[in-house]
């Protein structure tokens, strides 16, 4: 089973090194990163932390952008161009071939992120004011980009590419909107209204674990447990919404 | 590619180039008139919380852009209404965006102060930022430093420092800011206790020095308040001022007869009964 998951991320992972997209995302995420440096000239002090917010926000915009982007055709294109059913074909189950999809982006994001942070490393190496929590911070986002890839996997195999592109948006907007629920809860009078919302809160995904780019740059020490959180919170959330996409591909009747 | 195929992209190209040519004069031209000028495009500028809201999580980063914006904005001479919103830029959505960016609550009130003249207002965004920054020394630093400086308001301006001077890791130059606001807020003797205890902690000769200087004056200073006092109080007893200093720890007045930092006596003249220094201020005071 797991040499089958392999094969199908291999390919994934080939085909997506092949997508312009990619190429593009990364050419203009690397010369943003390269920009903070320009940007720190406008600035009077506050130089390092320019850069080191211009950088992290980057990575995060771009690897979310890579993911959203990539992981919303992933499943549907198949359909679309009807290669899914030659690999239907052979002995390989379909949660295999979800999986397999979802293996194959996570390895594009990988090296993706890789070459990103590698630029910004290097670039405040440079300016001599490399701090090891800013590789913290990215790891952390990375786990953020496994997420949102699961997300979008989830939508491209129950929709089409834009409607999974708004649906997987939408849900990485509420993701880190979710401390506003309290917000709005305190103005709920209904009982029922408010445990709808706390159960909506619950339930959408929390993007604000995964998010440390703030504490980093300012020195914040990070609360004790944040990144193990993180790590279970992925592992259970992700792992639901793969299960789901799992289950809907398994449902989808191909014509 | 044909020669009709490249003759009708060579038009296309040169109508491009021509519509960018004029675009780029059109917007050189007018572009400024359209987009309006001054402080008026700024009325919809929304408060930091909706930004933050907005922000999607990049409320630093969003922090920053408007920061370098403001630096850009208030360097411009030109516009000359550009303070009206120059509160609500800084505390309300800068510092609320990232309340933990120390460089638009120390900008902002530089602004404010020197450039708005509005000190009060510099001191209403530096009180938000030692809110928010309750372990930065430099913010309440900047505030009584503006007290001292800009507002001669010395009482307020010591209780800044002494509230700077609580926050762990301080430069001991803080304390000495203190000492000093204390002594020109007029209680001279707490001054003294600040100056002798910085003297004591001083672990460098250049510290130790300045300390000692300010105790010295100040402990003369104090001196001749207690005997001036004495010899009022002995005035009111006997109806005159006493023959010698002495006199004052015999009639119970004084329970030592303080000496000057040399370990001289005061100078005492009983006609004019006022006590005096023999030596000389050494911070010409």
Redesign the interface.
């Known amino acids: 089973m797991t040499g089958r998951i392999l094969a199908i991320a291999l390919n994934t992972f080939r085909e997506a090194i092949r997508n312009r997209i990619l190429y593009l995302l990364l050419v203009f995420a690397v010369a943003l990163i390269l920009c903070a440096q320009t940007?720190s000239l406008?600035?009077?002090?506050?130089e390092e932390?320019?850069i080191k917010?211009?950088g992290l926000?980057t990575i995060?915009?771009f690897g979310v952008l890579t993911a959203v982007l990539m992981g919303i055709g992933l499943v549907s294109r198949e359909i679309e161009r009807r290669t899914v059913y030659v690999l239907l074909a052979k002995p390989i189950h379909r949660a295999e071939f979800v999986l397999g999809k979802y293996a194959g982006l996570v390895l594009t994001l990988l090296v993706n992120t890789a070459i990103m942070a590698l630029c910004f490393v290097l670039l405040l190496l440079a300016k001599g004011i490399f701090d090891p929590g800013i590789l913290l911070a990215i790891a952390l986002l990375f786990l953020q980009f496994l997420l949102i890839t699961a997300i979008a996997v989830l939508f491209s195999c129950l929709s089409n590419p834009i409607v999974s592109c708004i649906l997987t948006l939408a849900l990485?907007?509420v993701g880190?909107?979710l401390w506003?629920f309290d917000l709005l809860r305190a103005r709920l009078a209904a009982p029922w209204a408010r445990a709808l919302c706390a159960g909506l809160q619950r339930l959408l995904p929390d993007?604000?674990p995964f998010?440390v780019?703030?504490q980093v740059?300012?020195g914040?020490p990070l609360p004790p447990g944040t990144v193990a959180y993180a790590f279970v919170y992925l592992a259970l959330y992700g792992g639901a919404v793969l299960a789901l996409a799992c289950a809907a591909f398994q449902r989808k009747e191909m014509q | 590619m044909s020669r009709k195929g490249r003759t009708g992209r060579g038009r296309f190209l040169l109508a491009a180039a021509l519509l960018l040519a004029l675009s780029v004069g059109f917007e050189k031209e007018f572009g400024a008139a359209g987009r309006g000028s001054g402080a008026a495009p700024l009325l919809y500028l929304p408060s930091g919380r909706y930004l933050k809201v907005a922000s999607l999580g990049y409320d630093e980063l969003l922090a920053d852009v408007l920061y370098l914006w403001s630096i850009q904005y208030y360097s411009n001479y030109d516009i000359g209404d550009r303070y009206v919103y120059l509160e609500h830029i800084y505390k309300d959505v800068i510092t609320e965006l990232d309340p933990r960016y120390l460089d638009p609550y120390l900008i902002g009130a530089m602004i404010m102060s020197a450039e708005a003249q509005d000190p009060e207002m510099a001191l209403r965004l530096l009180d938000k930022g030692i809110a928010k920054n309750p372990d930065q020394w430099i913010l309440p630093f900047e505030a009584g430093f503006l007290c001292y400086q800009t507002l001669r308001d010395y009482p307020r301006s010591s209780r800044y420092f002494e509230q700077a001077a609580a926050v762990p890791g301080v430069p001991p130059i803080v304390q000495r800011f203190k000492a000093e606001m204390t002594r020109r807020a007029g209680d001279i003797r707490a001054s003294l206790g600040e100056w002798a205890g910085i003297y004591d902690a001083a672990t460098d000769d250049y510290v130790r020095t300045i300390a000692w200087k300010h105790v010295h004056d100040l402990r003369v200073q104090v001196d001749l308040e207690d005997l001036t006092a004495a010899i009022a109080a002995y005035r009111d007893r006997f109806g005159r001022a006493p023959a010698g200093l002495a006199q004052l720890r015999t009639a119970g007045l004084l329970a030592e007869i303080p000496r000057d930092p040399e370990g001289r006596d005061y100078v005492y003249e009983p006609q004019s009964g006022r006590p005096s220094y023999g030596g000389v201020s050494i911070l010409g005071r």
């Open positions: 940007l406008l600035t009077v002090g506050s932390k320019i917010d211009f926000a995060d915009l990485y907007a880190h909107l506003s993007l604000a998010d780019k703030g740059v300012h914040i």
